[in-house]
């Protein structure tokens, strides 16, 4: 029973450093990433669509991933962020936060600067 407990953990250890490599490998794919409910030609949240809308409006280059077609990756975007909703922006692999974060730094004038990628 002890060796069947010490793979299990040792099993979930391996599934939690390949799901952090994926994540990684997500935000290594563009500098500025948008873990979203839907995408960005079809949001399928409000919070969501306001933050593609803010993107828009700065015409910069992102790229969106579905948190809905995945659930692993769901799950794990929160883990790694320390962040417990979505949607969740990343900018060169920082998280700079959700949709009131983005649309208070929008308002304030700050959030240009830190989409200049």
Sequence with gaps: ???????KEISAENKTAELK????TL???SKVVLFMKG???MPQCGFSANVVRIL?????????FNI????DIREGVKQFSNWPT????YV???LVGGNDIITELMQNGELEDILKV
């Design 86 to 89: 979505y949607p969740q922006l």
């Design 21 to 24: 490599e994926q994540i990684e």
């Design 68 to 71: 809905l077609s995945d659930m």
């Design 39 to 41: 995408n960005a030609e």
């Design 1 to 7: 029973n002890v060796i069947n407990s010490e793979i």
């Design 27 to 29: 935000l290594n794919g």
């Design 56 to 64: 828009n409006h700065y015409h910069v280059g992102y790229k969106t």
């Design 92 to 94: 060169k692999g920082q």
